[in-house]
């Protein structure tokens, strides 16, 4: 699911393309798209768009009067930009958005077709659909303390939860935590004022780190590779591969569908996190160390493998 960095990415990729420009075709294709009642996406032919903006994982597109589209692209929604007029792909296609200067599509790579548009009137409609989440980049670290200790939770579920804090998702969660060299199943409530500073600064740091890098990427161009595995990243996507900064496997902690990587080295004193499915297979062998965890066979196990 594109975060706070890669809804940047698009905006950024965006305004110079549509912002001031008209309308002139919306084509849905996809019958679970549009998931609101009363206004019709083809209210917006004919009307420029004035100005776009972040909703927390949403994009907010603004029309000249009060007509508002909100996008939420879940985990598969993907904007791509073409000459104009161009046809929508056959299986991943959801919709088309035509200008003069060409056209913007929305595809999904995903048999569920989870990716939604709300079209509204007025931001008070548009604020229905805001999760409440605090934007880190603008509290000060008190409100963001305040936040953190409101309930205790671990902390991956914590930041990554959208009514506490906005734009986080399960890949930079992985990131953020890293960089605070915190475990990410510490709870929240426990942290001292030190881990707390500590967080919010890497909070700020990754985040704003990786809007820029993406966008220097791109160089102007339409971002083609919106994704939640980078090379570049310290530790999501990279188990059994060795930590950037200390040189030991990354480990992981897998969930339903989802899974946290982190470093047992920088984050955990060395101690290796329960993971569900291998904790349960190994029982009373389950190893609590990277050195037990070597004895059994090395830092990946071939049972656990994507």
């Not at 950024?12 to 001031?20: C, M, N, Q, S, Y």
């Not at 104009?84 to 958005?97: I, R, T, V």
């Not at 475990?183 to 919010?200: G, I, T, Y």
């Amino acid at each position: 699911m594109p975060e706070y960095p890669d809804i940047q990415l698009y905006l950024h990729a965006l305004r110079p393309r549509v912002v001031g420009e008209v309308m002139r075709k919306v084509r849905i294709k996809s019958p679970f798209l549009l998931q609101s009642v009363g206004v019709r996406p083809s209210e917006a032919e004919g009307l420029a768009l004035v100005g776009l903006r972040r909703l927390g994982k949403r994009i907010v597109w603004e029309f000249e009067g009060d007509l508002r589209f909100v996008f939420h692209l879940m985990i598969a929604g993907r904007f791509q930009w073409k000459p104009p007029e161009a046809k929508l792909p056959g299986k991943l296609g959801l919709a088309a958005f035509d200008f003069d200067q060409g056209t913007l599509l929305l595809t999904e790579a995903s048999s569920h077709k989870r990716a939604h548009l709300h079209v509204v009137r007025g931001d008070q409609a548009v604020a229905t659909h805001d999760p409440g989440g605090l934007e880190v980049l603008e509290c000060s670290l008190g409100q963001f303390e305040s936040a953190l200790r409101r309930e205790n939770h671990t902390l991956k579920r914590w930041l990554t939860d959208p009514r506490v804090f906005s734009g986080i998702g399960n890949a930079y969660s992985d990131e953020i935590l890293h960089r605070a060299a915190i475990s990410p199943v510490r709870l929240s409530q426990k942290l001292s004022a030190e881990e707390v500073s500590r967080l919010f600064d890497a909070v700020r740091e990754v985040l704003l780190e990786w809007e820029r890098r993406l966008i220097e990427d791109v160089a102007g161009s339409w971002p083609t590779k919106v994704t939640a595995f980078r090379p570049e990243m310290a530790v999501h996507g990279k188990y059994g591969q060795p930590c950037p900064v200390c040189g030991d496997p990354v480990q992981r902690i897998r969930y339903a569908k989802n899974e946290t990587n982190y470093c047992a080295t920088c984050q955990n004193d060395g101690r290796l996190l329960a993971d569900r499915s291998l904790s349960r297979l190994l029982k009373k062998d389950w190893p609590r160390s990277l050195e037990e965890l070597a004895e059994l066979g090395g830092g990946a196990d071939d049972s656990q493998a994507d």
